[in-house]
C-alpha cells in the first residue's frame, strides 16, 4: 500500500527555517519523482519543489527558489524540505505526493497537480512574529 506521511512543520519567525519530512512506503522511493505542494487559506494549491525519478532533476518554483532545498535519503525513503529564509506568504499546509506513472521526471515549468497521486495528509508551517 503507498503511503506518504508528511512532518516537520511548526510556527516559525520570519527569517526562520524547518524541514519537512516526507516518509514514502509501499514503494522504492528512487524510483519515483516526488513533488512538494503547499495550499494556503483561500488560494488554490500550488506546486513548491520536485525532485525527479534517481535525482535527474529538481524543480523549484521561483517563489522559493534560493531558499528552498529538497532531497532525498533512500536509505530513509524519505524526501525532505529544507526551507530557510521563510517569509508570512510562505504560511501554508505543505504537502507531498508521488508523481504518477508514466511520468517520471518533473517538468521544468512547473507542477501539473493532478499528474501525482498518493497524497500525503499535510503539515502545517506558519510564519509569523
Known amino acids: 500500500q503507498v503511503e506518504l506521511v508528511e512532518s516537520g512543520g511548526g510556527s516559525v519567525q520570519p527569517g526562520g527555517s524547518l524541514r519537512l519530512s516526507c516518509a514514502a512506503s509501499?514503494?522504492?522511493?528512487?524510483?519515483?519523482?516526488i513533488g512538494w505542494f503547499r495550499q494556503a487559506p483561500g488560494k488554490e494549491r500550488e506546486g513548491v519543489s520536485c525532485?525527479?525519478?534517481?535525482?535527474?532533476?529538481?524543480y523549484y518554483a521561483d517563489s522559493v527558489k534560493g531558499r528552498f532545498t529538497i532531497s532525498r535519503d533512500n536509505a530513509k525513503n524519505t524526501v525532505y524540505l529544507q526551507m530557510n529564509s521563510l517569509k508570512p506568504e510562505d504560511t501554508a499546509v505543505y504537502y507531498c505526493?508521488?508523481?504518477?506513472?508514466?511520468?517520471?521526471?518533473?517538468?521544468?515549468?512547473?507542477?501539473?497537480?493532478?499528474?501525482?497521486?498518493?497524497w500525503g495528509q499535510g503539515t502545517q508551517v506558519t510564519v509569523s512574529s
Open positions: 525532485i525527479s525519478k534517481s535525482d535527474e532533476s529538481i
Open positions: 509501499g514503494f522504492t522511493l528512487d524510483d519515483y519523482a
Open positions: 505526493a508521488r508523481l504518477s506513472p508514466p511520468y517520471y521526471v518533473c517538468s521544468n515549468y512547473g507542477l501539473t497537480i493532478s499528474l501525482f497521486g498518493s
